[in-house]
């Protein structure tokens, strides 16, 4: 059974910090590209960074030099450090393991970050 399982999520003040933890069980992580994405009240689901099976990151323009993505293959689990937040981080974000050919792709219940200004 597959489990994607995000925390870390809460209430923050706008310049604050949140690390966002993802912790799978039932695939094989270490091949998996993981993604987090985050979709806010009305608007659609967006990509906001990626990180491949070696290391390779990828931002949205919106959180580039605010967020960091990183993986610990050990634990099994992708993480998100989040600085400087601001009021339009505020949304529910998923953890995703992307699909491995022929499987499919696999996601977390998701977590709340909510940002004051």
């Known amino acids: 059974q597959v489990q994607l399982v995000e925390s870390g999520g809460g209430l923050v003040q706008a310049g604050g910090s949140l690390r966002l933890s993802c912790v799978t069980s039932g695939i094989i992580f270490s091949i998996r590209t993981m993604g987090w994405y985050r979709q806010a009240p009305g608007q659609q689901r967006e990509l906001v960074a990626s990180i491949t099976s070696n290391g390779n990151t990828n931002y949205a323009d919106s959180v580039k030099g605010r967020f960091t993505i990183s993986r610990d293959n050990g634990k099994s689990t992708v993480y998100l450090q989040m600085d400087d937040l601001k009021f339009e981080d505020t949304a529910v974000y998923y953890c995703?393991?992307?699909?491995?050919?022929?499987?499919?792709?696999?996601w977390g219940q998701g977590t709340q970050v909510t940002v004051s200004s």
């Open positions: 995703n393991a992307a699909k491995v050919f022929p499987g499919r792709d696999y």
